[in-house]
């Protein structure tokens, strides 16, 4: 599986960006998916997963109520969408897979960079 991050920029505080991350291979199905990120000096965070079908998602408690994940199957495309954005959610965010019955993530994107100015 490859993936690829799109979406990322440059907003102000307050505002929003919807992240996409498309994934190649017809095996989309069968990966739980999240999104992860990194700001410089700190340690990577998961910031949100979903399940294979979409039926269930967890989130970061920093970004409980704020974004929001969600897949498209039929597109093999992961998406999140970022509301409310803080300066703190400056970071480079990537994408991520792993096989169902894994605890690895063993897929990466290459990350989309967000910035939030205040």
């Known amino acids: 599986v490859q993936l690829q991050e799109s979406g990322g920029g440059s907003v102000q505080s307050g505002g929003s960006l919807r992240l996409s991350c498309a994934a190649s291979?017809?095996?989309?199905?069968?990966?739980?998916m999240a999104w992860f990120r990194q700001a410089p000096g700190k340690d990577r965070e998961k910031v949100a997963d979903i399940s294979r079908y979409g039926s269930s998602t967890t989130y970061a408690d920093s970004v409980k109520g704020r974004f929001t994940i969600s897949r498209d199957n039929a597109k093999n495309t992961l998406y999140l969408q970022m509301n409310s954005l803080k300066p703190e959610d400056t970071a480079m965010y990537y994408c991520a897979a792993r096989l169902v019955g894994s605890s690895t993530y063993s897929y990466w994107g290459q990350g989309t960079q967000v910035t939030v100015s205040s």
């Open positions: 291979g017809n095996i989309y199905k069968n990966f739980i």
